[in-house]
């Protein structure tokens, strides 16, 4: 009986754990976790098209595999049979908002089951959002861009955990947020007029947060200072690119952009498309805290 009490004294303790932990997040990025796992939860019930129909900005882009406006794109094909011949799932469990409380991300696994008779094994992989408050002041996609994973690296009733604080330069809502916008621009320009120079190494030692986390089709994402550093010392070989966009937040402390990228090393060429996060620094310079690519296949 004391043992059963016990056990069940565990279970509740580790649960409200939980529940305290996210308890503790923001208002803002409480609500942009809950505007994920709506979308989620819609395209599990109705199917990936009326989710992303409704869940995605007017102008908000996937890969498909080159930039894409979703919406657009849903508009011009008609819709897939009923039920859906495919269901995707995911769960966000990592993330971050401005301090304006008004752009965001989430990241974290989905899982992609065929639902036809000949059932294909499920597909494991790692999602990645941004998100943008709209005039109305719903959450928005903006962009998106997952990754297959050769194994899940995270189920789907992962506790959510907010990325790391720390001190960023105080910004002013009245900041110039086009001059903050070109400022950003200009930082994804410097790294890859460095990552050309002689290799990509130098230039992710210089512009990538401690705290970041690289993200690559078919391989565990990178995650802390160590496995970062050791990632770094392999990105031995000239990385090209070009913005397309990019966009900070009304605080100017968070921003995005994404573009094409192009590899060049003695035994291979890759070319294909990145989205990265950036996010200033106590002395006002912009720093990678999240970076995720596809190439074209």
């Not at 089951?113 to 002041?137: M, T, Y």
Request: glycine fraction near 6%; include cysteine.
């Amino acid at each position: 009986m004391r043992k059963a009490i016990f056990v069940v004294a565990v279970l509740y303790s580790v649960i409200f754990s939980v529940l305290s932990q996210e308890n503790d997040l923001s208002p803002a990025l409480s609500s942009l976790v809950d505007a994920e796992r709506a979308f989620a939860k819609l395209s599990v019930e109705k199917g990936v098209r009326e989710a992303f129909m409704t869940y995605f900005a007017e102008d908000g882009i996937n890969f498909q595999p080159h930039p894409t406006i979703t919406i657009e794109n849903y508009r011009k094909n008609a819709g897939p049979p009923i039920p859906p011949p495919v269901t995707l799932n995911w769960a966000p469990i990592y993330g971050d908002v401005s301090q304006a409380g008004d752009l965001g991300y989430n990241t974290g696994p989905y899982v992609l089951e065929d639902n036809r008779a000949e059932k294909k094994s499920i597909v494991h992989g790692l999602f990645f959002s941004v998100w943008k408050k709209q005039a109305d002041g719903n959450w928005r996609v903006i962009v998106d861009m997952g990754v297959p994973l050769e194994h899940p690296f995270a189920t789907l009733d992962s506790q959510y955990q907010p990325a790391p604080q720390w001190k960023t330069a105080e910004s002013k809502r009245t900041e110039d947020v086009k001059r903050m916008n070109d400022s950003l621009l200009r930082a994804d320009r410097s790294f890859f007029t460095q990552a050309k120079s002689v290799n990509a190494a130098p230039a992710w030692q210089q512009f990538l947060s401690d705290d970041a986390r690289i993200c690559r089709r078919r391989t565990t994402p990178v995650i802390g200072k160590d496995a970062l550093n050791e990632w770094i010392d392999k990105q031995n070989f000239v990385l090209t690119g070009e913005p397309i966009k990019a966009d900070v937040s009304q605080s100017a402390d968070l921003g995005y952009s994404y573009g094409k990228y192009e590899i060049k090393s003695r035994t291979r060429t890759e070319k294909g498309y990145y989205v990265r996060v950036w996010k200033r620094d106590a002395k006002g310079q912009w720093r990678i805290v999240f970076d995720v690519s596809n190439p074209l296949l």
